[in-house]
T-cell receptor
């Protein structure tokens, strides 16, 4: 009963380094999302995908790229990490179906990223 | 634009006290409303939801009623336990300009034994 799995759980990067965060879901959900969580700011949407091969920008997309080559996976890339990208990153998925806006999000346990 | 405002924390209560966490929203469409809970080191998980006006969502003793006239979705519990200590997020989902979910800033709850 895995649900949404994120790897890695923790990572420390130096400024300018790159990395990819992986999200995998086994619920056959169409929609997937990447959020970042910062103290006092709730969750802010970085990018999202409404299906395999599609991606769209969210509220704070700058400095990030994403890909959804397979329905079950959603990758978040940082090409050149900056200290402002120090945050906890959450992946989520949902299956809107007919009751689209009533469908809840299912979250992974997060990746804590520190950029020094 | 669409937004969610919830009371700032932290909220500190003694066990068996009554809990209210206020949440108000602004939405251009007709949103669904949610409360999510986040325990330490974990992701958010759905606590309850309501999809239309006057609906009451409930789960694990928590309740919230969708009040369209006051654009509110306050979370309540009659008797909190130490195990309820967590961060609570109010959220809305709308389909205007694409499907999206917007979260409040979160309210941290501490319950003392």
């Amino acid at each position: 009963n895995a649900g949404v799995t994120q790897t890695p759980k923790f990572r420390v990067l130096k400024t300018g380094q790159s990395m990819t965060l992986l999200c995998a879901q086994d619920m056959n959900h169409e929609y997937m999302y990447w959020y970042r969580q910062d103290p006092g700011m709730g969750l802010r949407l970085i990018h999202y995908s409404v299906g395999e091969g599609t991606t769209a920008k969210g509220e704070v997309p700058d400095g990030y790229n994403v890909s959804r080559l397979k329905k079950q996976n959603f990758l978040l890339g940082l090409e050149s990490a900056a200290p402002s990208q120090t945050s906890v990153y959450f992946c989520a998925s949902s299956y809107p179906g007919q009751g689209a806006i009533g469908s809840p999000l299912h979250f992974g346990n997060g990746t804590r990223l520190t950029v020094t | 634009g669409d937004s969610v405002t919830q009371m700032e924390g932290p909220v500190t209560l003694s066990e068996e006290a009554f809990l209210t966490i206020n949440c108000t929203y602004t939405a251009t469409g007709y949103p669904s409303l949610f409360w999510y809970v986040q325990y330490p080191g974990e992701g958010l998980q759905l606590l309850l939801k309501a999809t239309k006006a006057d609906d009451k969502g409930s789960n694990k003793g928590f309740e919230a009623t969708y009040r369209k006239e006051t654009t509110s979705f306050h979370l309540e519990k009659g008797s909190v336990q130490v195990s309820d200590s967590a961060v609570y997020f109010c959220a809305l989902s709308v389909i205007t300009g694409g499907f999206k979910t917007i979260f409040g800033a979160g309210t941290r709850l501490f319950v003392k034994a």
